[in-house]
């Protein structure tokens, strides 16, 4: 793999306020907290605010270049990732502004895409009621490989960012899980409606509005 500075830890909050690492200083916490306000102020695609807790939640997520350029891929080829994966990962923040990630089974249906949950109670559905930016990723065709000297891996990966609601409208709510049933079971179609009628009651629709589809990939090999 190549070589590369260690990834920063919870550790390293710890250290002194305005002690060096390497070439980076950590500034003091009030001209971070300065510098996020400016940035809820006047918002940058290429920087982020230095605390992330100061963001208000109506605004948009950022959209920032992507490092390593060469491995974006369409939006038309994450849509394809998004129809193959399995599974995504939805991640939410915290009251107190900590990330909060969890996978799960989705369907991808008329450009949105389509969870559910019960309709009890939960950490998720908490945040999804309280702040209705998400992100969502989703990775295929995952494989380690030695190649050109490196220890790298195959992926093709998509991610999303957006909105996320609670679908209303029963026959939406019906066709999703119509879906999600198709997707994972295709061979207990004739079984669909009867296990819907069993389980809708307690049963919720989310819905994921895109705002920003992106790809990546990298090594994939093409498919025959």
Do not use: Q
């Not at 830890?9 to 996020?36: W, Y």
């Not at 089974?105 to 389509?114: A, T």
């Amino acid at each position: 793999m190549r070589a590369s500075s260690r990834p920063r830890g919870r550790g390293d909050e710890r250290r002194a306020e305005g002690e060096t690492v390497g070439n980076e200083v950590d500034p003091p916490r009030g001209e971070r907290e300065r510098g996020a306000l400016e940035w809820v102020a006047n918002p940058s695609p290429r920087t982020a605010p230095a605390n992330p807790r100061l963001t208000t939640k109506g605004m948009p997520m950022t959209d920032r270049p992507m490092f390593r350029a060469e491995r974006e891929i369409s939006a038309e080829e994450a849509l394809e990732i998004l129809e193959e994966a399995s599974y995504c990962v939805i991640s939410t923040v915290d009251e107190d502004g900590a990330p909060y990630g969890v996978p799960m089974s989705f369907v991808l249906m008329d450009g949105r895409l389509y969870v559910h949950t019960t309709n009890a109670f939960g950490h998720k559905m908490d945040d999804f009621r309280r702040d209705a930016r998400v992100s969502a990723v989703a990775v295929v065709d995952v494989e380690a490989c030695y190649e050109d000297g490196f220890m790298t891996s195959r992926f093709g990966s998509a991610m999303v960012t957006g909105r996320i609601r609670r679908v209303e409208e029963d026959l939406e709510a019906r066709r999703a899980l119509v879906a999600l049933c198709m997707k994972y079971l295709p061979e207990y179609k004739h079984e669909i409606g009867g296990a819907i009628e069993r389980e809708i009651a307690d049963t919720e629709v989310w819905a994921i509005e895109p705002e920003t589809v992106r790809g990546k990939a990298g090594r994939r090999k093409k498919r025959a």
